[in-house]
């Protein structure tokens, strides 16, 4: 199981970002994607999911309305198009698959590197 996260850049606020996930090892069309963010000094957070057909996306309070998650199951690429970010929008941004009805992730010992992304004026 494998994932690659990509697209993360330093933007200024109210600036916008497409990352990308390249996942792979796995039954991809099977599965919920989710989106996690983690800050400096703060714990790994769920900010959005998608369901296996990409019917279904649930969001943090956080980015509602901002970012939106998409999902193409034959290329096995999990998107967040990202606007409008804000400071406390900086992290380093991975992806995982995700276990049914849960928040939780499906290969919590398996992340990728992960992409940063920063906002600063």
């Known amino acids: 199981v494998q994932f690659r996260e990509s697209g993360g850049d330093v933007v200024q606020p109210g600036g916008s970002l497409t990352l990308s996930c390249a996942a792979s090892?796995?039954?991809?069309?099977?599965?919920?994607m989710g989106w996690f963010r983690q800050a400096p000094g703060n714990e790994r957070e769920l900010i959005a999911r998608?369901?296996?057909?990409?019917?279904?996306?649930k969001y943090a309070d956080s980015v509602k309305g901002r970012f939106s998650i998409s999902r193409d199951n034959d290329k096995e690429m999990v998107y967040l198009q990202m606007n409008n970010l804000e400071p406390q929008d900086t992290a380093v941004y991975y992806c995982?698959?995700?276990?049914?009805?849960?928040?939780?992730?499906?290969?919590?010992?398996?992340w990728g590197q992960g992409t940063q992304v920063r906002v600063s004026i």
């Open positions: 090892g796995f039954d991809f069309s099977t599965y919920g």
């Open positions: 995982n698959a995700m276990n049914v009805n849960s928040d939780f992730p499906k290969y919590n010992n398996n």
């Open positions: 998608i369901n296996n057909l990409g019917r279904y996306r």
